[in-house]
C-alpha cells in the first residue's frame, strides 16, 4: 500500500533546540553531574519540566538525555506501557508510567490522504524506538471500497529525535500477524497474518510467508514460511540460556459455516516454533502438539511474557478473570491466579507485562454513585478512569491502582493495540 514520501510529524516541524555547554543546569553542580540527576527524572514526567528554563528545555529535548538513560542498568529506565487506542494516524498513541499515574501524548503517525481505519497492526519496541508495522485498511483507491487491504508499511517512533521514521515495507503486507523483536541481534520478525479487519469478525485473507527485519540495514529478508496458513496469532520470544526460539502460538486457518451462512474460524490449538540462530536468521519450524483441549476454550487469550535475571521467559495468558501460566515440559497451560475483582464478560481487559508484574486493566465510569448532583454528573460524564489489578508471579499477591485515563473516545481494549518499552 503506497505512502507518500513525506514523513514529517507535528512534532518533526518545531526546531530542536541547540544543548549550550555553557549553561548551567543545577547552580552549584558540574554539568556532567547535573545531567545525570536529570537523566533519573521518570520519562513522562519530562515535558513537564522542559519550562523551568531554558538550559532545562534544551538538555531535556537533546539526544544527550536518551543516551544517558539507556547507558544505565537495564532496570533502572522507566518501564512504560504505549497504547493506540485506534488509527495511530488519526488518534494519538500514549504512554503510561504505573509507577507515577501519568500520560504522555506522542505526535500522531503519518497519514496517507487515501488510507483510512488502520487497525490489527503489530507494535514492537526495540531499544528507543517503537516499531509500528502493517495492518488491515481500507483504501479509497482500490475496488470494491469496503474491502479492506492488508499493509505492508513500517514506521517507527525515535525517543531520540521525538519524530516518526519511515522505514522500508514488508515484503508481504499483512495484519493480525505474529511479531517479536530480537535484542540481542536488533532484528524484528514477523510471521502469518491476513488482511481481516476489526469491522468484520469473519472475513479476509491468510497467510504463512515469514520475514526478518534488519533494523541497521533497514531491510526486510524472506525465511521459511509456516507449516500452514495462520492468522491472528501471537508471537514470543523464548530464551533459555544461549538458545532463542520464536513461538508462534493460536491464531485461526480455515473456516467452516453454520447452517451454511455464517462463517465461522476454526481456531488452532497447538503452536510452531523456529530456532533463530545467528548466522543464518533461523532454522526449520517444529510442531507443538494441542496446549488445552476443546473444551477447555475456543481459542488462546492474551498473552504476557515476563524475563528473569537469568534471561529465562516466563508466559502468562489471561482467560476470563484467571491468570494461566505455560508450561514447557507438559505442554500445557495451568490455573496461576484468579482476578481479586471480576470483570464483566461484556467488558473489555488489557493484559500486559511490566516491572516484572502482570497488569490486568479494566476502565471504570468516570463518576461514582455518591456523586448526587446532577451538574457533577454531567460534567464527569465520559470522563473514565482505569482501574489496574496487578499480580506479582514471584511473591504470589495482588494489588491494584486506578488512574483516570486521557482518551477522547472509550478505550477498547479488544481493538486497541498495546506494547511495552524501557525508555
Request: charged fraction near 20%; charge should be positive.
Given at each position: 500500500m503506497p505512502l507518500p514520501s513525506s514523513s514529517s510529524s507535528p512534532s518533526s516541524t518545531r526546531p530542536r533546540p541547540r544543548l549550550d555547554q555553557s549553561r548551567t543546569l543545577i547552580p552549584g553542580l558540574p554539568n556532567d553531574v547535573a545531567a545525570l540527576i536529570l537523566s533519573f527524572v521518570p520519562y513522562p514526567q519530562i515535558s513537564r519540566l522542559k519550562s523551568t528554563c531554558k538550559s532545562w528545555y534544551a538538555f531535556l529535548s537533546s539526544k544527550t538525555l536518551i543516551s544517558l538513560r539507556h547507558k544505565r542498568n537495564r532496570n533502572s529506565l522507566s518501564h512504560l506501557l504505549c497504547i493506540f487506542p485506534q488509527d495511530p494516524s488519526i488518534s494519538n498513541p500514549y504512554l503510561f508510567d504505573p509507577e507515577t499515574l501519568s500520560w504522555l501524548s506522542l505526535p500522531p503517525m503519518p497519514c496517507n490522504p487515501h488510507v483510512y481505519g488502520l487497525c490489527n497492526f503489530a507494535a514492537v519496541a526495540l531499544g528507543p524506538y517503537i516499531y509500528v508495522l502493517g495492518g488491515s485498511a481500507f483504501d479509497t483507491r482500490s475496488y470494491p471500497l469496503d474491502r479492506p487491504m492488508p499493509s505492508s508499511s513500517a514506521f517507527r517512533y525515535s525517543f531520540v529525535k521525538s519524530t516518526w521514521e519511515r522505514l522500508s515495507p514488508m515484503l508481504s503486507p499483512?495484519?493480525?500477524?505474529?511479531?517479536?523483536?530480537?535484542?540481542?541481534?536488533?532484528?524484528?520478525?514477523?510471521?502469518?497474518?491476513?488482511?481481516?479487519?476489526?469491522?468484520?469478525?469473519?472475513?479476509?485473507?491468510?497467510?504463512?510467508?515469514?520475514?526478518?527485519?534488519?533494523?541497521?540495514?533497514?531491510?526486510?529478508?524472506?525465511?521459511?514460511?509456516?507449516?500452514?496458513?495462520?492468522?491472528?496469532?501471537?508471537?514470543?520470544l523464548v530464551r533459555n540460556e544461549q538458545e532463542r526460539e520464536f513461538w508462534v502460538m493460536g491464531g485461526y486457518g480455515g473456516s467452516r459455516t453454520v447452517s451454511g451462512i455464517l462463517p465461522v474460524d476454526e481456531y488452532y490449538r497447538d503452536a510452531v516454533v523456529m530456532e533463530l540462530r545467528n548466522n543464518d536468521g533461523g532454522g526449520k519450524w517444529r510442531l507443538v502438539g494441542d496446549m488445552w483441549g476443546q473444551e477447555e476454550r475456543a481459542k488462546l487469550g492474551k498473552i504476557a511474557a515476563i524475563d528473569d535475571d537469568c534471561g529465562s521467559s516466563a508466559f502468562f495468558m489471561l482467560d476470563g478473570n484467571q491468570i494461566l501460566r505455560y508450561e514447557m515440559a507438559p505442554n500445557l497451560w495451568q490455573k496461576e491466579s484468579t482476578l481479586p475483582r471480576r470483570v464483566p464478560c461484556e467488558k473489555s481487559s488489557g493484559f500486559v507485562a511490566l516491572n516484572g508484574e502482570l497488569h490486568v486493566m479494566t476502565l471504570l465510569e468516570g463518576f461514582s454513585s455518591s456523586d448526587t448532583s446532577s451538574q457533577t454528573r454531567k460534567q464527569r460524564k465520559g470522563n473514565k478512569s482505569m482501574m489496574i489489578q496487578i499480580y506479582h508471579p514471584m511473591k504470589r499477591t495482588w494489588r491494584s491502582i486506578v488512574s483516570r485515563v486521557p482518551f477522547i473516545k472509550e478505550l477498547d481494549f479488544r481493538t486497541s493495540v498495546m506494547c511495552t518499552i524501557r525508555v
Amino acid at each position: 500500500m503506497p505512502l507518500p514520501s513525506s514523513s514529517s510529524s507535528p512534532s518533526s516541524t518545531r526546531p530542536r533546540p541547540r544543548l549550550d555547554q555553557s549553561r548551567t543546569l543545577i547552580p552549584g553542580l558540574p554539568n556532567d553531574v547535573a545531567a545525570l540527576i536529570l537523566s533519573f527524572v521518570p520519562y513522562p514526567q519530562i515535558s513537564r519540566l522542559k519550562s523551568t528554563c531554558k538550559s532545562w528545555y534544551a538538555f531535556l529535548s537533546s539526544k544527550t538525555l536518551i543516551s544517558l538513560r539507556h547507558k544505565r542498568n537495564r532496570n533502572s529506565l522507566s518501564h512504560l506501557l504505549c497504547i493506540f487506542p485506534q488509527d495511530p494516524s488519526i488518534s494519538n498513541p500514549y504512554l503510561f508510567d504505573p509507577e507515577t499515574l501519568s500520560w504522555l501524548s506522542l505526535p500522531p503517525m503519518p497519514c496517507n490522504p487515501h488510507v483510512y481505519g488502520l487497525c490489527n497492526f503489530a507494535a514492537v519496541a526495540l531499544g528507543p524506538y517503537i516499531y509500528v508495522l502493517g495492518g488491515s485498511a481500507f483504501d479509497t483507491r482500490s475496488y470494491p471500497l469496503d474491502r479492506p487491504m492488508p499493509s505492508s508499511s513500517a514506521f517507527r517512533y525515535s525517543f531520540v529525535k521525538s519524530t516518526w521514521e519511515r522505514l522500508s515495507p514488508m515484503l508481504s503486507p499483512r495484519g493480525s500477524f505474529a511479531c517479536a523483536a530480537m535484542p540481542g541481534s536488533n532484528q524484528i520478525i514477523v510471521a502469518g497474518g491476513g488482511s481481516r479487519h476489526t469491522l468484520f469478525s469473519a472475513a479476509g485473507s491468510r497467510m504463512s510467508s515469514v520475514e526478518i527485519y534488519d533494523v541497521e540495514r533497514d531491510e526486510w529478508r524472506a525465511m521459511d514460511g509456516l507449516p500452514r496458513f495462520r492468522a491472528g496469532c501471537v508471537g514470543l520470544l523464548v530464551r533459555n540460556e544461549q538458545e532463542r526460539e520464536f513461538w508462534v502460538m493460536g491464531g485461526y486457518g480455515g473456516s467452516r459455516t453454520v447452517s451454511g451462512i455464517l462463517p465461522v474460524d476454526e481456531y488452532y490449538r497447538d503452536a510452531v516454533v523456529m530456532e533463530l540462530r545467528n548466522n543464518d536468521g533461523g532454522g526449520k519450524w517444529r510442531l507443538v502438539g494441542d496446549m488445552w483441549g476443546q473444551e477447555e476454550r475456543a481459542k488462546l487469550g492474551k498473552i504476557a511474557a515476563i524475563d528473569d535475571d537469568c534471561g529465562s521467559s516466563a508466559f502468562f495468558m489471561l482467560d476470563g478473570n484467571q491468570i494461566l501460566r505455560y508450561e514447557m515440559a507438559p505442554n500445557l497451560w495451568q490455573k496461576e491466579s484468579t482476578l481479586p475483582r471480576r470483570v464483566p464478560c461484556e467488558k473489555s481487559s488489557g493484559f500486559v507485562a511490566l516491572n516484572g508484574e502482570l497488569h490486568v486493566m479494566t476502565l471504570l465510569e468516570g463518576f461514582s454513585s455518591s456523586d448526587t448532583s446532577s451538574q457533577t454528573r454531567k460534567q464527569r460524564k465520559g470522563n473514565k478512569s482505569m482501574m489496574i489489578q496487578i499480580y506479582h508471579p514471584m511473591k504470589r499477591t495482588w494489588r491494584s491502582i486506578v488512574s483516570r485515563v486521557p482518551f477522547i473516545k472509550e478505550l477498547d481494549f479488544r481493538t486497541s493495540v498495546m506494547c511495552t518499552i524501557r525508555v
